[in-house]
């Protein structure tokens, strides 16, 4: 069973939010909180640093 986890950036009010599970060398498996039972995206673990920068950076766009 994976050990999932919710980004500490995110409330407990249902928003859109996304899990990760830790454990998988080179590769973090990725899910919609809201879709559990749902599809499960796997990301190199080199893409999925380069998308924390960006996001940390304030590189992508916003929807705000």
Same mark, same amino acid.
């Given at each position: 069973?994976?050990?999932?986890?919710?980004?500490?950036?995110? /409330?407990?009010?249902?928003?859109?939010?996304?899990?990760?599970?830790? /454990?998988?060398?080179?590769?973090?498996?990725?899910?919609?909180?809201?879709?559990?039972?749902?599809?499960?995206?796997?990301?190199?673990?080199?893409?999925?640093?380069?998308?924390?920068?960006?996001?940390?950076? /304030?590189?992508?766009?916003?929807?705000?």
């Amino acid at each position: 069973m994976l050990a999932w986890r919710k980004s500490s950036y995110s /409330g407990d009010d249902g928003g859109d939010c996304i899990e990760v599970a830790p /454990g998988f060398p080179g590769l973090v498996p990725v899910r919609d909180s809201k879709d559990p039972h749902g599809p499960v995206l796997l990301f190199p673990a080199s893409a999925w640093d380069s998308f924390l920068h960006a996001v940390r950076a /304030g590189e992508l766009p916003s929807d705000d």
